[in-house]
C-alpha cells in the first residue's frame, strides 16, 4: 500500500521555496496537463507564475537536474491534476 498524504499538507509543503539554510527544496510529482497527458518530474523547485495562483488553482513548477540547474520551462499546474508528490499519493 502506497503513502497517501493531503492535499492541504502538499500545497503547504509546495509553497515552501527554500530552507532555513537558503538551500531550495526540490521534490518529484506525477500530474496531468490539459491535454491529458500524464508528466513525471524526477526533480523540481516550486517557482511562481506571471499570473494569480490562487484564482486559478495553480501552482509553477521548474524541472531541475542534480545540481540544482533548470533543465526545462516552467510547467502551470492544476492542484486539481497532481496525482503523487514526492512517492506520495496525493488524496483530498
Given at each position: 500500500?502506497?503513502?497517501k498524504?493531503?492535499?492541504n499538507?502538499?500545497?503547504?509543503?509546495?509553497?515552501?521555496?527554500?530552507?532555513?539554510?537558503?538551500?531550495?527544496?526540490?521534490?518529484?510529482?506525477?500530474?496531468?496537463?490539459?491535454?491529458?497527458?500524464?508528466?513525471?518530474?524526477?526533480?523540481?523547485?516550486?517557482?511562481?507564475?506571471?499570473?494569480?495562483?490562487?484564482?486559478?488553482?495553480?501552482?509553477?513548477?521548474?524541472?531541475i537536474?542534480?545540481?540544482?540547474?533548470?533543465?526545462?520551462h516552467?510547467?502551470?499546474?492544476?492542484?486539481?491534476?497532481?496525482?503523487e508528490?514526492?512517492?506520495?499519493e496525493?488524496?483530498l
Amino acid at each position: 500500500m502506497a503513502a497517501k498524504i493531503r492535499r492541504n499538507l502538499m500545497l503547504k509543503s509546495l509553497d515552501l521555496k527554500e530552507t532555513p539554510s537558503g538551500d531550495q527544496v526540490s521534490f518529484s510529482m506525477i500530474f496531468i496537463k490539459k491535454d491529458g497527458e500524464r508528466v513525471f518530474v524526477p526533480r523540481a523547485v516550486s517557482t511562481g507564475l506571471p499570473y494569480s495562483l490562487s484564482a486559478n488553482r495553480l501552482r509553477g513548477i521548474l524541472p531541475i537536474d542534480s545540481s540544482g540547474n533548470k533543465i526545462g520551462h516552467v510547467y502551470p499546474v492544476c492542484i486539481d491534476n497532481i496525482l503523487e508528490y514526492n512517492s506520495m499519493e496525493v488524496i483530498l
